[in-house]
Nanobody, 127 residues
Framework: VQLVESGGGLVQTGGSLILSCAAS????????MGWYRQAPGKERELVAS???????NYAYSVRGRFTISRDNAKNTLTLRMNSLKPEDTAVYSC??????????????????????WGQGTQVTVSS
C-alpha cells in the first residue's frame, strides 16, 4: 500500500485545515487507517484512527475539534481540523494497517497487520 498525504500548511490559531491521504496498491485489505503526528523533539502520537467499518478513535487533545473519515470506494482518508492551536503544529502522517492480499484479491487476516506510512505533511499553527 502506498500513501500520499496532502493539505498541510500554515494557519492561524483558531483556523481550519483539511488533510487528505490517498491510498493505492493493494487497498482492498486495508483494515484501520489513521493519522499520526510528530512535533519537534516529541514522540510520534496517534491523532485519530478509523476502522474499515467506520469506528473512530481520537486522541483526547483533539476530540471535538478534529474529525476523521474515510471513503473505502475511493481509498481516501480525510482529517478535518478545526479550532487549531499552536500545539497542533507537527508533521502529520497517514498510516494504514493491512491484511495480506493474494493474487486472487482475497484478504488473509494477519495477526500482525502490515503497516504502511505516507511521507508526511507539515501543519503549522501560528499564535
Amino acid at each position: 500500500v502506498q500513501l500520499v498525504e496532502s493539505g498541510g500548511g500554515l494557519v492561524q490559531t483558531g483556523g481550519s485545515l483539511i488533510l487528505s491521504c490517498a491510498a493505492s496498491g493493494d487497498t482492498i485489505c486495508i483494515r484501520t487507517m489513521g493519522w499520526y503526528r510528530q512535533a519537534p523533539g516529541k514522540e510520534r502520537e496517534l491523532v485519530a484512527s478509523i476502522t474499515r467499518s467506520g469506528n473512530t478513535n481520537y486522541a483526547y487533545s483533539v476530540r471535538g475539534r478534529f474529525t476523521i473519515s474515510r471513503d473505502n470506494a475511493k481509498n481516501t482518508l480525510t482529517l478535518r481540523m478545526n479550532s487549531l492551536k499552536p500545539e497542533d503544529t507537527a508533521v502529520y502522517s497517514c498510516n494504514a494497517l493491512s491484511n495480506f492480499q493474494t493474487r486472487d484479491r482475497v484478504c488473509i487476516t494477519l495477526e500482525k497487520p502490515v503497516s504502511s506510512w505516507g511521507q508526511g505533511t507539515q501543519v503549522t499553527v501560528s499564535s
